[in-house]
C-alpha cells in the first residue's frame, strides 16, 4: 500500500472513530481522540486512553505528560513528527478510570488497523496498561520494561507513562529516556539487516513468544 493510501486509510479510521458509538465512552467524550504523527513511522506509541486534556484538544498526549514525552523524544534526536501516538480507547474514560474489557473490545479494531497500516519497527507501550494488554502479562511495567520482545514481526518495548515519571521525578525520566535510545538502536540495527529482538539489554521477562497476542486476540 502507498503512503498516500495508508494516510487515506488512517483518515477514513479518524472519521470512523469521531462517529462511533460502539461503548459507552462515546456518550461522555467531546470528541475521539485517533492519533498524531507520522503514517510512516518507525516507532510507534500507544498510551491508556485520552485524558482530561487530549479529549478537549483531540490529540494524544498533550498537557504536562505529552510536554515531557516531547522533550524526552528531543533529547534523543526525535520530534512528534517522527513518531505515530495512539491510544488502546479512542475515547476518554470518565475521570480518567481504566478503560474496561468490554470498551476495549469494541475499540481495539481501530488499534489493530493502525498498527498494520503505520507498520512500524518498534510499538513502544506506556504505562502498565498498555504494555500488559499487548503482551498479555500480569507483570507490572517495572518488570517487563528493559527488554525487547517480539510481537507480530515487529518488537514491542515497555517504558513507563511519562505521567508516572512526573510524579516520581528525574531518575524516572532517565529511564524513559534510555528505553527511548533503545528504540532508536532497535530501529537503527533493523535497517542494518541484524534482528532487532535478539536485544534483551537487562535480560529478564518471560518468553515473548509465549504470549504472542494470538492470546491477546488483538490480531485475531
Ligand atoms: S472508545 Fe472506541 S469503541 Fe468506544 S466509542 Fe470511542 S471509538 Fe468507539
Redesign the pocket.
Known sequence: MSEVDVETRLAELAVD?SV????R??ET?TQ?VFADGSSVADIMFIGEGPGFYEDREGLPFVGKAGMLLNRLLRQVGLSRADVYIANV???RPPGNRDPRPD?IE??KH?LVEQIKLVDPVVVMTMGNFSTKLLLNTATGITRTRGTVYPWWNRVVIPTFHPAAALRSGPAMMDTIRGDLELAVRTVRQGMEGSSPAEEEPDGGGDDPVGQQPEQLGLFG
Not at 20 to 23: E, G, P, S
Request: aromatic share 6%; charged share 20%; with cysteine.
Open positions: 472513530a462511533c458509538t460502539a461503548c465512552l462515546s467524550r475521539a480507547v479512542k475515547c470498551e469494541a475499540c481501530f
